[in-house]
């Protein structure tokens, strides 16, 4: 169970407004079945892929 324990004291980022709607279109992606993991590469069918996905390019955001 240290998982568990890691991950409830793991702080959690706040996303601005343009981060959420680029994570929900990133979802939306992934739930109609047209998310790609790379340029061209398969299609994404594990959700915590998707989210995976969905949080870094909505952190990509943050640096540029």
Do not use: C, D, Y
């Not at 739930?31 to 790379?38: Q, V």
Request: without cysteine; aromatic residues 4%; hydrophobic residues 35%.
């Amino acid at each position: 169970m240290a998982w568990l324990r890691r991950s409830a004291n793991m702080a959690t980022t706040k996303l601005s407004k343009k981060q959420q709607a680029k994570v929900g279109k990133v979802m939306h992606e992934f739930k109609t079945g047209t998310l790609h993991s790379g340029k061209g590469g398969k299609v994404v069918k594990n959700p915590k892929q998707g989210i995976a996905i969905a949080l870094s390019e909505a952190s990509r955001m943050k640096k540029k």
